[in-house]
C-alpha cells in the first residue's frame, strides 16, 4: 500500500557505505542459487559450460537486487525473491551474450573478459544465450519458488512479455535499426525503455504480482521500475561516453563511434547528466511514498549515477 504523504520517508542523503555491502550480499545470493540450480545440469549438455560463463562473469546483479529492495516493501519472502532474482539475471545474461556477437554490437570483450562468442564461437554463443532465456522460465516454474500456479502463470507471462518483441528484443532491434539516423528524445527514450527498462519494470512490479495487488498498483510499481531502468540505461551510456576502459571492462565511446541513438549523442553530456539528475529525484519522489521500508530501494536508485562501471 502507498503511504500517505504525512508518512512519507523523509530522507535528505542516502549514505553509499553500506549499500556496496548489500548489493554484495544479494549478488552472492544469487549467484548460490544459479551454482546449484546448474549442479544437476553440467552432465546434460555441452552448453552448460557457455551458459555458465556468460552468467558467471562478474556482473553486480543489481536487477535481483531491485526485486529484492522492491521486495522489502511488502514484507516477501528473501529466498522467493532471490529465486525471482536468478531468473531475470538469466534473461539479462542472455541478452549480454547475443548483444556481443557480430551480427548485433560486434564486442570482443565483456566485463574485461572475452565475449561469449570470442571464448567459444558464435553458434555455441547463440545457443547459450537461448538456453540461458529459456531456463529463467524454468527457474519460475520450479518447485522451488513456493507461489501458487496463479502468480507463477503472471509471472511468467509478465516476464515474457518484457523479454520479447514488446520489449527487450523489441528495443534491441531498434538500437540496431537507428544507428546512425537522427530521431528525436522521444523516439530514444522509447527505445531505451523497451531494451532496458521493461526488465526493470518486471524487478519493480513482480512484487505487486504476488501481493495480487490491482492494475493501477502494479502500474505504479511498472512505471518506477521504467524509469530506473531508463536511469540505468542513460548512466551506462555516460559512463561509455567518458568512462575509462581499462574500469569499464570494455572498449568505451563505441556509442558516439556506431552512432548509437542514445540521449548523450543527441543532448551532449552535460545536458543528458542533467537529465539524468532531474529523473533521479522523480523516482526517488516516487519511492518515498512507499515509507521507511523504501530505503533500500532509493539507494538503489542513488547508486546508478554513482556508479563507474
Do not use: W
Amino acid at each position: 500500500m502507498v503511504i500517505t504523504n504525512n508518512h512519507r520517508l523523509k530522507i535528505k542523503n542516502y549514505p553509499m557505505r553500506n549499500f556496496s555491502n548489500k548489493l554484495s550480499e544479494i549478488a552472492n545470493d544469487t549467484n548460490n542459487y544459479l551454482k546449484n540450480f546448474f549442479l544437476k545440469r553440467n552432465k546434460y549438455s555441452y552448453l552448460v559450460k557457455p551458459m555458465k560463463y556468460g552468467i558467471f562473469s562478474g556482473g553486480k546483479r543489481f536487477r535481483s537486487a531491485i526485486i529484492v529492495n522492491t521486495g522489502k516493501i511488502f514484507n516477501i519472502d528473501y529466498k522467493k525473491l532471490i529465486t525471482i532474482g536468478a531468473a531475470i539475471e538469466c534473461v539479462h545474461s542472455y541478452s549480454l551474450i547475443h548483444d556481443d556477437l557480430p551480427a548485433m554490437d560486434n564486442d570482443d570483450l565483456r566485463r574485461g573478459k572475452l565475449a561469449a562468442h570470442k571464448r567459444f564461437n558464435e553458434f555455441t554463443a547463440i545457443l547459450a544465450g537461448n538456453s540461458l532465456l529459456t531456463l529463467a522460465f524454468e527457474i519460475l516454474s520450479s518447485k522451488n519458488l513456493k507461489l501458487s500456479s496463479k502468480v507463477k502463470n503472471e509471472l511468467i507471462t509478465s516476464l515474457a512479455n518484457y523479454s520479447g518483441f514488446s520489449g527487450l528484443a523489441g528495443g534491441q532491434y531498434f538500437d540496431l535499426t537507428f544507428e546512425n539516423k537522427k530521431i528525436s528524445k522521444k523516439r530514444i527514450i522509447d527505445i531505451q525503455n523497451k531494451k532496458t527498462g521493461k526488465l526493470f519494470a518486471f524487478c519493480c512490479e513482480c512484487s505487486g504480482i504476488i501481493r495480487q495487488q490491482n492494475f493501477i498498483k502494479r502500474k505504479m510499481l511498472k512505471n518506477i521500475g521504467l524509469d530506473i531502468g531508463l536511469l540505468f540505461q542513460i548512466a551506462d551510456d555516460l559512463i561509455d561516453f567518458k568512462g575509462d576502459s581499462k574500469i569499464v571492462g570494455k572498449p568505451t565511446k563505441r556509442d558516439k563511434n556506431k552512432g548509437k541513438p542514445t540521449l548523450v549523442n543527441l543532448l551532449g553530456y552535460k545536458e543528458t547528466l542533467n537529465f539524468a539528475n532531474n529523473l533521479k529525484n522523480k523516482i526517488n519522489n516516487k519511492i518515498k511514498n512507499y515509507g521507511i521500508k523504501s530505503y533500500d530501494l532509493i539507494q538503489s536508485v542513488e547508486f546508478i549515477l554513482n556508479r563507474k562501471f
